[in-house]
């Protein structure tokens, strides 16, 4: 695991995800959030989507993920906070990217930005904060 030493200020990390057509339906299942765009393509369609569109707590748990991967622990990730922006649809692939501002003794905080393949923000105001000691 990272200790302490080894983050600075101005650290940048990145992570891909790619929604493939099964990924609303998988989410569906283990969150409950059954509403047909997310799982129905024609329901998509109909709301002017190319198809069904995925979740937005999926994508809000892969920026998460992302920064839990920087931090090196989940329990590190005390929060975190984004404004959803543009739906992510099926077929699309999203780029997380995360920059350390600013650490200030075991406190560390970062600014995160999340686009899709066309450069779109999907994510906006993206922020999480961390704490890298023992409590």
């Known amino acids: 695991m990272k200790r302490l030493q080894d983050f600075t200020v101005g650290d940048t990390f990145e992570a891909f995800r790619e929604v493939d057509s ?15 765009i997310h799982i129905d393509p024609l329901v998509g369609r109909a709301a002017g989507y190319s198809g069904a569109i995925l979740q937005g707590m999926c994508t809000f748990s892969w920026l998460s993920d992302a920064c839990v991967a920087y931090l090196g622990d989940p329990a590190r990730l005390r929060r975190i906070r984004a404004r959803f922006t543009k739906p992510v649809q099926v077929g699309d692939v999203i780029r997380f990217q995360g920059r350390c501002v600013a650490l200030e003794g075991p406190r560390i905080a970062l600014e995160l930005e999340a686009t899709n393949q066309r450069g779109e923000e999907v994510l906006k105001g993206a922020v999480a904060e961390g704490h890298l000691g023992d409590g």
């Open 22 to 36: 099964y990924r609303p339906i998988y989410y569906a299942a283990a969150s409950g959030d059954f509403n047909p």
